[in-house]
């Protein structure tokens, strides 16, 4: 209601009963509470082997020098056939999550089984101080945030360094030329302004962005000054593909010392990701 010099008053309304407010209040009330069973449902949580777990309630946090993330089917198979084929390696802990596309992540004291879409942890026997994490599951666009946070959260961020191997269809690589002479697959980087070590690709260009989670561990690495590096492989195929795989072996150049790559991939290993979509008939079989 407005007064004759232009005031508002808030005034009640004869033509609303009482009870359709208290009806309003117990809706909204439900509504939050359904609210926050969907969000504890979809929260994300890390998890780590018992030996693991002694030593981060003992120090607190993870003590990491080097943290590897391989995120799509190109750049976990690498990480399968080029490092993990060797038996310095050993699975100390997963990340938990439900949504949508990863039902099977529900467990969340049980790691994934063999060939389960997941987020599994591998430490170096040799040299402990460095973590892989291979994640070849979906995760939503409302928990990456969440991922990024958990994961380099409980690692301890003195002294470390993130690099993340990510894949991405060449659709989206974007350039004022036709591919500037590049043929695919092909890496580009992305560094934060911590990173300072040489780089054995260029920068991904102008107007190319990253999206997903290794925009998120990115971003997270940037706001807590770390120095992390994102390689990104552009490719024409979608599924798992040798030669595509072989390109990350510049990616991890720099961490020779630290991390033995296979000079030639676990044959087994390699056959068994890249067939596992080959068509199984066609008009010609």
Same mark, same amino acid.
């Given at each position: ?23 309003? @209040?117990? @809706?909204?009330? @439900?509504? %939050? ?17 018992? @030996? ?14 080097? /943290?590897?993330?391989?995120? $799509? ?15 310095? *390696?050993?699975?100390? $802990? *997963?990340?938990?999550? *439900? ?18 879409? &997941? ?27 969440? *991922?990024?946070?958990?994961? /380099? ?7 470390? !360094? ?12 974007? !350039?004022?030329?036709?591919?500037? $002479?590049?043929?695919?697959? %092909? ?10 070590? =040489? /780089?054995?690709?260029?920068? /991904? ?6 999206? &997903? ?17 994102? %390689? ?24 020779? !010392? ?7 991939? =676990? ?7 890249? !067939?596992? =979509? ?8």
């Amino acid at each position: 209601m407005a007064t004759f010099f232009g005031e508002v008053l808030s005034v009640y309304s004869r033509a609303v009963e009482e009870d359709d407010y208290d009806d309003a @209040e117990e @809706e909204n009330d @439900e509504d %939050f509470q359904i609210r926050r069973k969907i969000e504890e449902k979809r929260e994300v949580h890390t998890r780590w082997c018992p @030996e693991v777990s002694k030593a981060v309630e003992s120090s607190g946090k993870l003590k990491c020098s080097d /943290l590897i993330i391989a995120v $799509g089917p190109n750049a976990a198979g690498f990480v399968s056939a080029y490092v993990l084929s060797s038996e310095d *390696w050993t699975q100390v $802990g *997963w990340v938990s999550l *439900w949504n949508e596309r990863s039902r099977s992540s529900t467990r969340l004291d049980t790691a994934p089984l063999p060939g389960e879409p &997941g987020c599994v942890f591998y430490q170096q026997k040799s040299c402990p101080n460095v973590l892989l994490c291979q994640c070849t599951c979906y995760i939503a666009e409302d928990q990456q945030f969440q *991922w990024a946070e958990k994961v /380099l959260g409980s690692i301890q961020s003195r002294g470390l !360094t993130v690099k993340v191997l990510c894949d991405s269809p060449i659709t989206e690589y974007k !350039t004022p030329s036709y591919m500037n $002479g590049n043929s695919a697959p %092909f890496l580009r980087a992305l560094k934060t302004s911590a990173f300072t070590d =040489n /780089l054995p690709c260029p920068l /991904l260009e102008q107007p190319n962005i990253i999206t &997903g989670l290794p925009a998120a561990v990115l971003n997270q690495c940037q706001v807590q000054r770390l120095p992390a590096v994102l %390689f990104q492989c552009f490719s024409d195929v979608i599924h798992p593909d040798s030669i595509t795989m072989e390109i990350y072996k510049l990616a991890l150049s720099c961490l020779s !010392t630290r991390v033995k790559l296979e000079t030639s991939p =676990n044959m087994e290993i390699l056959q068994k990701l890249t !067939t596992i =979509n080959d068509p199984q008939s066609n008009l010609y079989t």
